[in-house]
């Protein structure tokens, strides 16, 4: 069995979960399933990051202590991925014992590595988003993140020699083409690294100044900054320092799915972390884009500090869950901006989801019933000579697609059947068929449009996994999608005939506007 380890960033708790987050999970867990389906042993990791002074702060407006915060609210993310059936295989929480241990150890073996090392800091500093800054970067005293004001401080703090592997990074990133992707993001960090040089990274912050953090091992005045925790996140949930077996078998990981937003810490921080820790680099640190929202203005990233942010659950309640999905990833390619609105929800579940997928199960296996009572006819299990191209192409087109982490093409590869099956009930017209007596067409004719629905179900099980199930078990199969021999599943011809289907509901109602 082959390993595939992917994970998605850990979600800051003092925030109820929004789009941004539901999409980099949801991209996850298709890649996963997907992987699941080709008979990989997977490791889909997420979770929440629980440190710093934005949760304690959040935490004293509830009134609660950092903990009973934490605690309350990483369940809100728990709920998310259970109600968008996202399946992970871990949920590391950076407040757990199994994580503060490994992030304790790293930066005491660094200190005596001498890759952290004491010195004073002095500059500017924003509260709110824990960073340091340069007086150029601070211009007006404002912080060039969220806008809010920085304050003057210098005090003894902990660095970590970020410069020291500059040039390693420069060249494993010239030679490792994949290890950042889209290649737009490759660019803008490879033409950052060769154009600037790294400041080193001041990982710790004063206890008086903020408390809520893991403390280092060796200077309880001190507790570690935010970002250097939780990207540790991905080596201690694979089990680092403790139980090794695991972590050879997992560790690199194949994919870091993370947003645009977060690429610096991801692309240089981390591995050059690695690095220090004498560990490899992940394979791969996949950035998408953002959603945005309409303003007159323009348009703006979803995000609580804008206080624009849509609720995924509330999306859920109205539209279901595999619409929801659906959208996410057909509408716009991994790795570009989209803009989220209900008109272009209603839209694409009106238009691929209702009039294409819908449509044709309801009809397809209308004409079962009314031709074959119910049954999947005997057929020459050929596939159509005008349709072959298609079908024939097709495993080879999705396999890669979706290697390639390109969602949206696979599925304008699936939809590529769908719009032929839909086309070829009104160029064959099997009700005339039926009148002109011409059975043994007819029977090839429906068992194509069945073998058809079988062949989309599992491609585009890993998407709309709810929906796809269905799909399967109204042609007469019981097996759970999710343990399906992926290899066989798509192979033309091996649904047996005579199998008893059954109608049922349209599956996405048209939306009315
Ligand atoms: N806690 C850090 C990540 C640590 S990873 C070791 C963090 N958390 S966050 O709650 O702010 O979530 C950031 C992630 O949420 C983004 O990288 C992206 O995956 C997702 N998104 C947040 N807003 C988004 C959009 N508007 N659009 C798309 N995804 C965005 O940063």
Redesign the pocket.
Known sequence: MKKFYLS?????VNSSP????A??NIAGDVQARFHRLLGDEVFFLTGT?EHGQKIKRAAEEQNLSPQDFVDKTSDNFKILWQTLNVRTDDFIRTTEPRHKKVVQKVIKDLYEKKDVYESVYEGFYCVPCESFWTETQAADNKCPDCKRDVEFIKEKNYFFKLSKYQDWLISHIEKNKDFIKPTERYNEVLSFLKGNKLNDLCISRPKERLEWGIEFAFDPDYVTYVWFD??L?YISAAGCFSDKAKFERLWPADFHF??K??LRQHAIYWPIMLKALELPPPKCVFA?G??LVEKDSGSE???KSKGNVVSPLDIVEEFGKDCFRFFLLREVPFGLDGKFSYKAMIQRVNSDLANDLGNLVFRSLNMVEKYFMGRIPEAGKEMPAEYKKVIDELPEKYLKSMKDINFYLSLENIWELVRIANKSVEEKKPWSLAKEKKIKELENFIYFLMESLRIISIYLYPFIPETCQKIYNQLGLDKPLDKADFQKEIEWGSLPSGLATKKGEPLFPRIET
């Open positions: 998605t960033p850990l979600y800051y929004h789009i941004g987050h999409y980099t990051d939780a990207l996140n993370i947003g937003d977060i998408h953002w959603w990233k979803m995000s």
